[in-house]
């Protein structure tokens, strides 16, 4: 069984992640319009809220866990396939001209 770990943050990151969620917890309360028994609450941030966590996935990966087991994990029920066997060999091009993502990734300059 893969453990994750997390990373560790220094003191300032913790200074602002409490500061962020205080401002959180301040504002997404409003038990002015919530019943007797009730507390609402309002939220808003980027993302859709399901599929990978990028910390999530980066832990697994620290703690030894391979891309197929990070992906099942996020994404059930899926299979994973190369891209000649998922479209027929003709996906996004050939042996000849393959496609590259991400070459100017970590560049200080083009």
């Not at 409490?18 to 504002?27: D, I």
């Not at 299979?79 to 060999?89: E, F, Q, T, V, Y």
Request: net charge positive; hydrophobic share 40%.
């Amino acid at each position: 069984m893969l453990t994750p770990t997390m990373p560790t943050m220094g003191s300032r990151s913790w200074r602002r992640l409490g500061m962020f969620l205080l401002a959180f917890l301040l504002t997404a309360i409003s038990p002015t319009h919530a019943g007797a028994n009730e507390v609402v609450f309002y939220g808003q941030g980027s993302g859709h809220g399901v599929g990978l966590s990028q910390y999530g996935a980066k832990a697994m990966a620290l703690g030894g866990a391979t891309y197929r087991q990070i992906l099942h994990r996020y994404y059930t029920g899926v299979s994973i396939l190369s891209l000649r066997s998922a479209a027929g060999g003709t996906f996004l091009g050939h042996e000849q001209s393959p496609l590259w993502v991400g070459l100017l990734q970590r560049q200080s300059s083009t």
